[in-house]
């Protein structure tokens, strides 16, 4: 493996797998003077199968919902260690960030560990084979909310965990998304150059899961951004210093790609129903 | 020097003698004495160490869990329900070859909640790969955290070790202690260096995925390295007496006046010292009783048991915690080590006692070895209420 290269190919994600494009974008903007903790989950699993590596960094997975402490233990050695200028990120899914991991994650925020979360949001388990976790989107189909007589897909609105970060008083936390890689490598050296415990989630899509052919990853991750459905923001010490403009296209036009909410499409009440929710985020960030 | 100190206390003042670089901590019952203690020696700038108040149990165990992987000495300390979150993550350091160290203030498990003594909580962890050790006294739990560092670190073991002290009667407890001197703490445990560890100059990758081709071995290397440490462990127990004076024999087992005993009680922990004052008694009446302390549970000194008990006509042993629907854990165990063997006691009884703390008195002892002259082989609970138990519960 050459030594500059800190994700290399050669893994065993699937074909068009945006999580796998987002840590790689992430661990070269972060570079080689970083440790990171993993999650159990698809990018631990398909990155570290013995006796490969793709990791160029030291790396270090322990289970599915300690990364945050694993990580809070890390900083603690480097502080200990007089190597305060060594960046640690801790990164992890959506049901490791949002739900198994979520007391983990507060603990480090609330201690003020100077480490990088990052949430990679491909809104379901995937590594288990598509479960509904509490980052899944309205009326999503998945394993565990299938869609039939009594039900859309999936009941609940997304956890708001950025909020969740935002209230821990941390001094950066933003939304990020793999079909907006600039955008994405610019918050990482951003937060990576802030003291303090940093949150980043990224949205990235799961053609297995979402059930999108795999060539449409980068358009799908763009348009749930343009639609309003995925708002790109930025909290700099509680206040929101940016939100990217989007030129505002419908919802269908994302949700038509994805069989996942292929029973909506000729459902006007329900599709009304996710058109709300970008239609507030717009209002709320002044997207457009 | 010759202190007056409790258990806890002296336990943290041990640990801080071994300088760990981070110690993280969660408070439960009774194992609370312990890091308050060690949290006021790092704000008073008595020991440097990076001291993390985590959210739990679980992230306790994982903040060592990292930086022990850094390369950093860690401590934790936990009871009962803290022992059982931490669970999975204890597996998870013994199968990264971590050595941390850990003191398990032991505790009865809910429900019923109940905070006082037996050993449940660290028996049910028993199959996690740490190393452990049953200490007697104050003396011997600030003896047996260095000893544990020791042998944790040694390069060809690379594996955690719990040292499990009765909650209250010893965390709580006040005895004189010969406190170590630091110079000989440090001639005796050099600082940690590890085989490997999350560096920048050397980017390894730690928690591999290991599938159907790699992870038995995995297994098989734990079970090699604890065969290891019953060769090691008296190495380093010689050593310890060299530095520190305090003999521990071979760290594995304490025999007390077996040699020619006709009923021997096989015990861990505390309640050793309780079984050796009643062996004293029955003795000056010219009974043949004696006692086997386990100190390393895990492993489990096979052969040392074997040898101590072959020649003893009747064992008891003391259980303070239960396999629930099964024979009591170290009672099943000490009848194991006899199957198919030529010489071995004709009898070896199943005795629990002292769950949830309750007194496990001189006469409860003396009420053991007297029914061990019984011609029946029923497992007993001793001290047990009849009373209470009349309503199904």
Redesign the interface.
């Known amino acids: 493996m050459r030594e500059d290269i800190l994700f290399a190919s050669g893994h065993t994600a699937c074909a068009g797998c945006g999580q796998a494009i987002a840590a790689r974008l992430v661990i070269e903007s972060a570079g080689p003077n970083t440790i990171i903790a993993n999650n159990t989950g698809c990018l631990e699993v398909f990155s570290t199968k013995y006796p490969e590596s793709s990791w160029g960094v030291p790396w270090i997975h322990s289970l599915f919902e300690n990364a945050a402490a694993v990580a809070s233990g890390i900083e603690s050695a480097l502080q200990y260690l007089g190597k305060k200028n060594i960046q640690v990120i801790a990164q992890a899914g959506d049901g490791g960030t949002a739900d198994i991991g979520l007391q983990a994650l507060s603990g480090m925020w609330e201690r003020g560990h100077n480490i990088l979360s990052i949430c990679y949001d491909n809104e379901a388990y995937m590594n288990t084979g598509i479960q509904r976790s509490s980052l899944t989107p309205l009326d999503s189909e998945t394993t565990t909310t299938p869609v039939g007589e009594k039900s859309f897909g999936n009941p609940t609105l997304k956890k708001p965990v950025a909020e969740i970060a935002l209230a821990h008083g941390i001094p950066y936390v933003a939304t990020a998304s793999v079909g907006f890689p600039q955008d994405l490598q610019k918050k990482i050296k951003k937060a990576l150059s802030i003291r303090g415990p940093k949150y980043i989630q990224i949205h990235v899509p799961c053609p297995l899961g979402w059930r999108h052919e795999p060539n449409l990853t980068y358009r799908i991750a763009r348009l749930a951004v343009e639609t309003g459905l995925y708002p790109l923001i930025e909290y700099e010490n509680g206040v929101l210093s940016s939100a990217r403009k989007i030129s505002v296209v419908a919802v269908e036009e994302y949700l038509k790609l994805q069989a996942r909410f292929k029973h909506l499409l000729n459902n006007e009440e329900e599709i009304k129903k996710i058109q709300e929710i970008a239609n507030n985020n717009i209002k709320r960030y002044s997207l457009s | 020097m010759k202190r007056f100190l409790e258990g806890s206390q002296a336990v943290a003042n041990s640990v801080a003698l071994c300088k760990p670089?981070?110690i993280?901590a969660y408070p439960i019952t009774p194992q609370t004495h312990i890091p308050e203690e060690l949290s006021k020696l790092v704000a008073e700038g008595l020991l440097?160490?990076?001291f993390?108040?985590?959210?739990?149990e679980?992230?306790a165990a994982?903040?060592?869990?990292?930086?022990?992987?850094?390369?950093?000495r860690?401590y934790t300390a936990t009871s009962s329900q803290g022992l059982l979150l931490m669970g999975?993550?204890l597996f998870?350091i013994a199968g990264?070859r971590l050595p941390v160290v850990l003191t398990c203030a032991n505790r009865a498990v809910s429900a019923p909640i109940n905070i006082w003594n037996d050993q449940q909580d660290s028996i049910s962890l028993r199959d996690s790969g740490w190393a452990q050790f049953y200490v007697e006294n104050i003396q011997e739990a600030v003896d047996f955290h260095i000893i544990a560092y020791r042998l944790a670190e040694d390069r060809n073991i690379m594996l955690p070790v719990m040292v499990c002290m009765d909650g209250y009667i010893l965390t709580h407890g006040v005895e004189v202690v010969d406190m170590p001197e630091q110079k000989d703490v440090d001639r005796f445990l050099p600082a940690y260096k590890p085989l490997y560890k999350?560096?920048?100059e050397?980017?390894?990758?730690?928690?591999?995925?290991?599938?159907t081709d790699?992870y038995m071995e995995t297994r098989f290397a734990i079970q090699k390295t604890h065969q290891e440490i019953l060769d090691l462990l008296p190495k380093i127990t010689h050593d310890f007496r060299n530095v520190f004076g305090r003999d521990y024999g071979e760290g594995l087992i304490e025999t007390y006046r077996t040699t020619d005993a006709e009923r021997v009680i096989v015990a861990m922990g505390s309640v050793c010292g309780t079984i050796k004052e009643v062996v004293d008694q029955l003795r000056r009446k010219g009974k043949k009783v004696g006692l086997l302390k386990v100190i390393t549970y895990r492993p489990f000194p096979i052969d040392k048991i074997y040898e101590a008990l072959k020649n003893v006509p009747k064992v008891a042993v003391l259980d303070r915690a239960l396999s629930l629907g099964a024979d009591a854990p170290l009672y099943t165990e000490i009848r194991a080590i006899f199957f198919g063997k030529k010489r071995s006691p004709k009898l070896i009884r199943s005795f629990i006692a002292g769950l949830g703390g309750r007194d496990i008195t001189l006469d409860s002892i003396k009420e053991i070895f007297k029914k061990l002259s019984l011609k029946t082989t029923e497992e007993e609970f001793i001290d047990l209420k009849p009373e209470l138990l009349k309503d199904k519960v």
């Open positions: 670089g981070v993280a440097n160490s990076e993390v108040n985590v959210e739990s679980h992230s994982s903040v060592v869990l990292g930086s022990t992987a850094c390369g950093v860690s999975e993550v998870n990264l999350l560096d920048i050397n980017p390894l990758t730690l928690g591999f995925l290991a599938d790699y």
